[in-house]
C-alpha cells in the first residue's frame, strides 16, 4: 500500500455494496485487471476505480502493474477484524438464545401435561 493513502477503516469499506461484490468477485479469482472488473457494474470505470482505491486504503485489496494494465487482487488479511467483531456477537446470540430456549421447553411440557 503506498505510504501517501490515508488508512482507512475496514468496516467503513466493507459498508458499500458494491466493494463487498469487488471483494466477492476478487475472491473468486486470483487477479482481475480494471477492464474485466468494470462490465460487472453498472458504472464507469472511474467509479469502479474510486471503490477499488478505497479498498486498497483499508489493505483489503492490492495491484500489480503489468504492462500498461493494473491488476487487483484480495488481501483478506484485514477481514479477520470483522471476523472477530460478528463471532463475539455469535456468541452473545446463542448464549442468550440458550436462555431463552429453557423458558419455552418448560412451557412446552406444561402444555403437553395439561
Known sequence: MSQNLAVRDVFDAIADPTRRELIRLLA???ELPLHELTPRFE???T???????ILKQ???VRDRKVGRETRFRLHAAP???????VSFYDKFWRTNLLRL???LKEEDEATERN
Open 28 to 30: 473468486d479469482k486470483s
Open 43 to 45: 458504472m464507469g470505470r
Open 47 to 53: 467509479a469502479v476505480s474510486k471503490h477499488l482505491t
Open 58 to 60: 483499508a489493505g483489503l
Open 79 to 85: 477481514l479477520r477484524e470483522v471476523q472477530d467483531w
Open 101 to 103: 430456549e429453557q423458558p
